[in-house]
């Protein structure tokens, strides 16, 4: 549930999306709360992707204000898979965890040396690799190397990220595993998370809507 006493997560004023000097959308205005879960929508080409990188810094802001109201960065999940070939299942998201400098054997903001087994285990079960931990993603199929980059979602709550930026999540996946999945969104917002998610499915836990297509230059 939105909790509109508390300062923004994140607020959007008039900024303006695209690459170099090749404009997709104009003018985007959004305020993100606690608790919020926001469908980002357009058509293709419309800057959805564009504007998920510009928002954590991979990409430049042209014009207009991006405010971050926390000094704890968003956690970004790509549709490009983010996770490296060459390391385990285990040793990836472990790697996760040291980025944000978190201990996941005490919870505390410190470097992490190992991924606790239980959190560990429960991350794989959930999306489905129980047992696939000292596994060398490269030795997965394109499918599990998906689901390994959503049990960041497992390991990542509000105390280590409030904001989750996701890139096509529910693509390739099964019925079962995007119902799991709006059920994992719908406990972090609940967790005082805040979610901007981009889909061409239907979002049903979603309570914003953010359509690019309203701000086409």
């Given at each position: 549930m939105t909790n509109s006493d508390n300062p923004p997560l994140l607020s959007l004023k008039q900024v303006d999306v695209g690459r170099g000097e090749f404009m997709l959308c104009q003018g985007v205005n959004l305020t993100l709360n606690a608790g919020d879960i926001c469908h980002l929508i357009g058509a293709n080409g419309t800057g959805k992707t564009t504007l998920l990188m510009q928002l954590v810094g991979m990409l430049p802001t042209i014009n207009g204000q991006i405010h971050w109201h926390s000094d704890i960065p968003p956690l970004f999940v790509s549709h490009q898979l983010g996770i490296h070939p060459n390391l385990t299942v285990a040793q990836n998201l472990n790697f996760l965890l040291n980025l944000y400098g978190i201990d996941a054997k005490t919870d505390t903001k410190t470097h992490a040396q190992a991924l606790n087994a239980n959190l560990l285990s429960d991350a794989l079960a959930w999306v489905g690799?129980?047992?696939?931990?000292?596994?060398?993603?490269?030795?997965?199929?394109?499918?599990?190397?998906?689901?390994?980059?959503?049990?960041?979602?497992?390991?990542?709550?509000?105390?280590?990220?409030?904001?989750?930026?996701?890139?096509?999540?529910?693509?390739?996946?099964?019925?079962?595993?995007?119902?799991?999945?709006?059920?994992?969104?719908?406990?972090?917002?609940?967790?005082?998370?805040?979610?901007?998610?981009?889909?061409?499915?239907?979002l049903n836990v979603a309570n914003k809507q953010l359509d690019l297509s309203e701000y086409l230059p």
């Open positions: 690799l129980l047992g696939y931990d000292n596994f060398l993603c490269q030795q997965l199929s394109a499918g599990q190397s998906r689901r390994v980059n959503l049990a960041r979602l497992v390991v990542m709550t509000p105390r280590h990220t409030p904001v989750w930026l996701l890139d096509e999540p529910l693509t390739a996946l099964d019925v079962a595993m995007v119902a799991k999945l709006e059920q994992r969104l719908q406990a972090f917002s609940e967790q005082g998370g805040a979610v901007l998610m981009t889909s061409h499915q239907a």
